[in-house]
């Protein structure tokens, strides 16, 4: 059973930075694409990013050029830095990750359905 679990979300003003974590536990080799989906109160969940085995990152139109996906593949951890960030951005984050897949394109990155096993999520609220 594959485990996610999240941490480093927090208050910010807007324009600060911060970078959340995603740990994958269990059978985390049978994972092959990571990602990050948000979703605010009354709102739909939204896709951040993704990362792919290759090293191919994938981000939300919203989002590039503030934010940068990372993987450390020896201890199991995804990133996500997020700098200047906005008061639309604040959000609960979660991290999820996909079963093996042969190969991956933005699209099929963005579809929640892409994912099997997410993270609890952790709370990003961003201030004016």
């Known amino acids: 059973q594959v485990q996610l679990a999240e941490s480093g979300g927090g208050s910010v003003q807007a324009g600060g930075s911060l970078r959340l974590s995603c740990v994958v536990s269990g059978y985390s080799s049978n994972t092959n694409c990571v990602g990050w989906f948000r979703q605010a109160p009354g709102k739909e969940r939204e896709w951040v990013a993704s990362i792919f085995e290759t090293g191919t990152t994938y981000y939300a139109e919203s989002v590039k050029g503030r934010f940068t996906i990372s993987q450390d593949n020896a201890v199991n951890t995804m990133y996500l830095q997020m700098n200047n960030l906005k008061p639309e951005d604040t959000a609960t984050y979660s991290c999820?990750?996909?079963?093996?897949?042969?190969?991956?394109?933005?699209?099929?990155?963005?579809?929640?359905?892409?994912?099997?096993?997410w993270g609890q999520g952790t709370q990003v609220t961003v201030s004016s």
């Open positions: 999820a990750a996909s079963r093996w897949l042969d190969y991956m394109t933005g699209s099929r990155a963005s579809e929640p359905t892409t994912y099997n096993y």
